[in-house]
């Protein structure tokens, strides 16, 4: 079965804080992608960060870094210097590739608050 | 560069109708995909289009029905509503090419409410 599992149904952080988001995922392919989308109040669904899963070096971007552990099938978000506007839900999925679709399957979701 | 526009923006149907969602994907991308959120079941996957074909279907009762059309943009049709396809329906386009090929972007989603 593929699946994704967020243990963490809400998270709360301190404004200026480093906050972890933990996921794991079950897949048998070997090629796939796996991303964090985080969908603020507006519902607006904004991808944050992608990593490739034959990639061994972690993905960053700006305040956002993932830590991938392959053979834990293993995807945690952290964010640094945490903002008020990181407020939102936070979904990890992923997606296989070279095959015959796109589908994200996505994990249930942590709700980060950020605190001032 | 437009992003993903969904239209339209709110819904209200009665049990028993049919409604007919929207989605215009970014320029230049060629993949879009439905998915349905609700509080209870969270994210699911409804179809994938790419060139006016399907790639694939989740697992929806067939009064969930889609189509591509030449230019990319997408519809969705849900017949004979029940109570429970009130959800935000959402719609993300890719390119399945280049660098950023599996990228999907979302657009802001049609919120449905079956009365």
């Known amino acids: 079965a593929q699946t994704v599992t967020q243990s963490q149904p809400e998270m709360s952080v301190q404004e200026a804080e480093t906050v972890t988001l933990s996921c794991t995922y079950d897949t048998s392919e070997n090629n796939y992608y796996l991303f964090w989308y985080k969908q603020p109040p507006s519902r607006q669904m904004i991808l944050v960060i992608r990593q490739e899963a034959y990639k061994q070096q972690n993905a960053t971007e700006n305040r956002f870094s993932v830590n991938f552990q392959k053979a834990a099938k293993s995807f945690s978000l952290k964010i640094s210097d945490s903002q008020l506007g990181d407020t939102a839900m936070y979904f990890c999925?992923?997606?296989?590739?070279?095959?015959?679709?796109?589908?994200?399957?996505f994990g249930t979701g942590t709700l980060l608050a950020v605190q001032p | 560069k437009a992003g993903v526009t969904q239209t339209p923006r709110y819904l209200i149907k009665t049990r028993g109708q049919q409604v007919t969602l929207s989605c215009s994907p970014i320029?230049?991308?060629?993949?879009v995909s439905w998915y349905q959120q609700t509080p209870g079941q969270g994210l699911q996957f409804l179809f994938e289009?790419?060139?006016?074909?399907?790639?694939n279907k989740g697992n929806f009762p067939g009064r969930f029905s889609g189509r591509q059309f030449s230019n990319s943009r997408s519809e969705m049709n849900v017949s004979t509503l029940e109570l429970g396809d009130s959800a935000l329906y959402l719609c993300?386009?890719?390119?399945?090419?280049?660098?950023?090929?599996?990228?999907?972007?979302f657009g802001p989603g049609t919120r449905l409410t079956v009365t």
């Open positions: 289009y790419f060139s006016e074909t399907q790639r």
């Open positions: 993300a386009s890719s390119t399945l090419s280049g660098t950023a090929a599996y990228e999907q972007y």
């Open positions: 999925a992923f997606s296989h590739y070279g095959g015959a679709t796109n589908k994200l399957i």
């Open positions: 320029s230049g991308h060629r993949s």
